[in-house]
């Protein structure tokens, strides 16, 4: 699908900056949107963070926040950053490397798991993405009876394009959004069923291979694998309305998409892309699209360079549930998508004259909207609403 015009009315700051009377810094106010929808606050809730990743809210209303270098940090319902939370894994920290996104088991509570996805270091410089399953302690300082569920093959000799969103279903299924690694050398591997490289793959949360993967018991197929073609995924969400893994992926120069994970489907890269190279040179045979291959719903150009993304459900911004909500990167932009079933019927981005990149965005359990900026100062950012 072509990409309507984008309405971005609402997305310009349209309020002078407001601060709260004396009270907690952290929840000063620091500017009021007008939306197209919604009349918001955006308050900085913490800052100080090197390059964070990913934010999952806990049951009590803290959140975990990953940060690039190989920190996991908890943030506490009164935005007090915890110290560094113990016994996290060694991560390959260049780059686009590193400790990147976390996610809670179905069953956190009475099991305390969580799921870190991170560039692993290998052997001969090489490394690839790995998914750690490890017990969060009661204190919430320190993990424990860690276990690695999945290791990327192969691993390669690159700084890029590790993807690694990680995505629960209703039944439980674990879905992994990964990367095809960037180089020319390895990029064609989307297309091979032999390798891990730009794929989604479906495991059980403990590892193991669940019977209807569409590629169980094929020759030369890896069975972890549940849909291929992809280039590098960095947002990826479950839709409640109808229990589908949505994903959005970096395109090259232009075309970036958003895609509906269904099993077995090709994607199409390197084969087939919206966008160019980035010398300027046609991806594949300049095709959009070939026979065999699944077409996005929604594409961007030029990019938002996506990163995160929820469908939101709260009580809090009634007339936005329903929503898709994506972080830009390159657009300094949190998009918000109307959807009409599986169409995107309207665009507005929020938070541009803020010029952060946004890495990721989540809903708190109270309704309201956290985002986090990718810096070396990365901040974590509230949106709720204001009459």
Same mark, same amino acid.
């Given at each position: 699908?072509?990409?309507?015009?984008?309405?971005?009315?609402?997305?310009?700051?349209?309020?002078?900056?407001?601060?709260?009377?004396?009270?907690?810094?952290?929840?000063?106010?620091?500017?009021?949107?007008?939306?197209?929808?919604?009349?918001?606050?955006?308050?900085?809730?913490?800052?100080?963070?090197?390059?964070?990743?990913?934010?999952?809210?806990?049951?009590?209303?803290?959140?975990?926040?990953?940060?690039?270098?190989?920190?996991?940090?908890?943030?506490?319902?009164?935005?007090?950053?915890?110290?560094?939370?113990?016994?996290?894994?060694?991560?390959?920290?260049?780059?686009?490397?590193?400790?990147?996104?976390?996610?809670?088991?179905?069953?956190?509570?009475?099991?305390?798991?969580?799921?870190?996805?991170?560039?692993?270091?290998?052997?001969?410089?090489?490394?690839?993405?790995?998914?750690?399953?490890?017990?969060?302690?009661?204190?919430?300082?320190?993990?424990?009876?860690?276990?690695?569920?999945?290791?990327?093959?192969?691993?390669?000799?690159?700084?890029?394009?590790?993807?690694?969103?990680?995505?629960?279903?209703?039944?439980?299924?674990?879905?992994?959004?990964?990367?095809?690694?960037?180089?020319?050398?390895?990029?064609?591997?989307?297309?091979?069923?032999?390798?891990?490289?730009?794929?989604?793959?479906?495991?059980?949360?403990?590892?193991?291979?669940?019977?209807?993967?569409?590629?169980?018991?094929?020759?030369?197929?890896?069975?972890?694998?549940?849909?291929?073609?992809?280039?590098?995924?960095?947002?990826?969400?479950?839709?409640?309305?109808?229990?589908?893994?949505?994903?959005?992926?970096?395109?090259?120069?232009?075309?970036?998409?958003?895609?509906?994970?269904?099993?077995?489907?090709?994607?199409?890269?390197?084969?087939?892309?919206?966008?160019?190279?980035?010398?300027?040179?046609?991806?594949?045979?300049?095709?959009?699209?070939?026979?065999?291959?699944?077409?996005?719903?929604?594409?961007?150009?030029?990019?938002?360079?996506?990163?995160?993304?929820?469908?939101?459900?709260?009580?809090?911004?009634?007339?936005?549930?329903?929503?898709?909500?994506?972080?830009? +990167?390159?657009?300094?932009?949190?998009?918000?998508?109307? +959807?009409?079933?599986?169409?995107?019927?309207?665009?507005?981005?929020?938070?541009?004259?803020?010029?952060?990149?946004?890495?990721?965005?989540?809903?708190?359990?109270?309704?309201?909207?956290?985002?986090?900026?990718?810096?070396?100062?990365?901040?974590?950012?509230? +949106?709720?609403?204001?009459?």
């Amino acid at each position: 699908m072509a990409n309507p015009i984008a309405r971005r009315a609402g997305g310009l700051l349209t309020a002078a900056l407001a601060l709260l009377l004396a009270g907690t810094p952290a929840l000063a106010v620091d500017h009021v949107v007008e939306s197209q929808q919604a009349r918001f606050a955006v308050e900085t809730v913490a800052g100080g963070l090197e390059h964070p990743w990913a934010i999952a809210f806990l049951p009590d209303g803290s959140a975990l926040i990953t940060e690039r270098p190989g920190r996991l940090r908890l943030l506490g319902a009164d935005g007090a950053l915890s110290d560094p939370v113990a016994r996290t894994p060694p991560v390959f920290a260049r780059d686009q490397g590193g400790l990147l996104d976390v996610a809670l088991d179905p069953d956190f509570l009475a099991n305390r798991l969580i799921y870190l996805s991170y560039a692993e270091p290998g052997r001969d410089d090489t490394n690839g993405t790995t998914v750690l399953r490890v017990r969060l302690t009661d204190d919430a300082t320190s993990l424990q009876d860690g276990r690695i569920i999945f290791r990327q093959q192969p691993q390669v000799r690159s700084t890029k394009h590790f993807g690694s969103r990680l995505v629960f279903d209703e039944a439980g299924h674990l879905f992994v959004a990964l990367g095809e690694r960037s180089d020319r050398a390895y990029r064609g591997q989307a297309q091979d069923l032999d390798s891990h490289l730009g794929k989604v793959v479906r495991i059980f949360p403990d590892g193991s291979v669940p019977p209807d993967n569409p590629f169980v018991g094929q020759a030369d197929a890896l069975p972890e694998i549940w849909s291929y073609g992809h280039r590098n995924i960095q947002a990826a969400a479950l839709n409640p309305a109808t229990g589908q893994v949505w994903e959005i992926e970096h395109g090259p120069r232009g075309g970036d998409e958003l895609n509906i994970v269904a099993r077995g489907a090709n994607y199409g890269w390197p084969l087939v892309s919206h966008g160019i190279n980035y010398i300027g040179t046609p991806v594949g045979t300049g095709e959009r699209t070939l026979p065999g291959m699944t077409d996005p719903i929604y594409t961007w150009t030029p990019v938002i360079a996506p990163s995160g993304m929820i469908f939101y459900g709260g009580e809090a911004f009634p007339d936005w549930q329903g929503d898709l909500f994506v972080g830009g +990167l390159r657009s300094t932009a949190l998009v918000r998508l109307e +959807l009409d079933g599986e169409q995107v019927i309207g665009e507005e981005r929020l938070l541009e004259a803020l010029g952060h990149r946004i890495r990721d965005v989540a809903e708190a359990p109270d309704g309201s909207i956290y985002v986090i900026t990718d810096s070396s100062d990365g901040q974590v950012l509230r +949106l709720s609403p204001r009459g």
